[in-house]
């Protein structure tokens, strides 16, 4: 029996003024999977990256999140029922270090607002300073997977670019999500780099997450993913396994069998 899906976008319809950027868009992600969101430059997968997440507010449609309408929600609110993401340029906080920035994860995440007992006066600066030294601990540890824990404090826009990346994907896995958006995470890695990071996702969903990622690295989405689904000029065009999207007709003509892609 297949399971229910995680996440549910339905007939979702995004607009810019006049133009359309997403167009009666519907799709499903199923839990415990790597589902690869593909298409070509401007073909909407960001923006729908950015109404799922809630920076945007649809104009149609809507999004269901275990089962839960999480249409139109604000950004915070949708992080907190379990939804992370990253995104295509790289937003890590330019004055604080690696580890400051999973600690700001952290502090969004769903025990971030329990860790703390302000309706305590005498309890709290004990309370506040044994919560600091467990978040400190649990962002070490993430450091420490993602092989960053040797630069805990170092400027985190000072590390080359691919460690950049690993911090970014460690600030969200901080916030303890279901689900993960990944937005192009191996764009600027070289092919060890890429490599290493597919590890690292395969060993993820092994632990239970489920993860979402639009990437033009067609090697890494077909090697990982479970399933696609394929936008163009804001509408699905293709969606299915990896097998089936890559000998689809509609995909060829659009994405894959452009030399220019």
């Known amino acids: 029996m297949t399971a229910p899906a995680l996440l549910s976008i339905?007939?979702?319809?995004?607009?810019?003024?006049?133009?359309?950027?997403?167009?009666?868009?519907?799709?499903?992600?199923?839990?415990?999977?790597?589902?690869?969101?593909?298409?070509?430059?401007?073909?909407?997968k960001t923006t729908n990256f950015n109404v799922i997440s809630g920076m945007y507010r649809p104009d149609g449609g809507k999004i269901i999140f275990d089962g839960v309408t999480i249409s139109g929600m604000p950004a915070h609110r949708i992080t907190r029922s379990g939804i992370a993401r990253t995104f295509q340029n790289l937003r890590l906080f330019k004055t604080m270090s690696v580890l400051e920035n999973?600690?700001?994860?952290?502090?969004?995440?769903?025990r971030g607002r329990d860790t703390i007992f302000p309706w305590d006066p005498y309890l709290r600066p004990w309370r506040a300073h044994a919560a600091e030294a467990h978040m400190r601990t649990e962002a070490m540890a993430l450091l420490d997977r993602f092989q960053?824990?040797?630069?805990?404090?170092?400027?985190?826009?000072?590390?080359?670019?691919g460690k950049?990346?690993?911090v970014e994907i460690a600030r969200a896995l901080a916030t303890q999500p279901r689900l993960l958006l990944l937005d192009e995470p191996a764009a600027g890695l070289n092919a060890e780099e890429t490599r290493e990071l597919e590890e690292t996702f395969i060993r993820l969903v092994a632990e239970g997450l489920t993860i979402l990622m639009i990437e033009h690295d067609m090697r890494l989405v077909m090697?990982?993913?479970q399933w696609v689904t394929v936008l163009d000029q804001g509408k699905v065009i293709?969606?299915?396994?990896?097998?089936?999207v890559r000998s689809?007709?509609?995909?060829?003509?659009?994405?894959?069998?452009r030399e220019d892609d």
Request: glycine share 16%; proline share 7%; with cysteine.
């Open 10 to 44: 339905q007939s979702l319809t995004k607009r810019f003024g006049g133009v359309t950027a997403l167009q009666d868009v519907s799709f499903a992600v199923r839990p415990g999977t790597i589902h690869g969101l593909i298409g070509p430059n401007g073909s909407g």
């Open 223 to 225: 090697g990982v993913c």
């Open 164 to 166: 950049q990346r690993r």
């Open 248 to 257: 689809n007709e509609h995909v060829l003509a659009a994405y894959l069998g």
């Open 102 to 110: 999973v600690l700001v994860g952290l502090g969004g995440s769903p």
């Open 238 to 244: 293709a969606d299915g396994t990896p097998e089936v």
């Open 148 to 161: 960053l824990a040797d630069l805990a404090d170092v400027p985190a826009t000072s590390l080359p670019y």
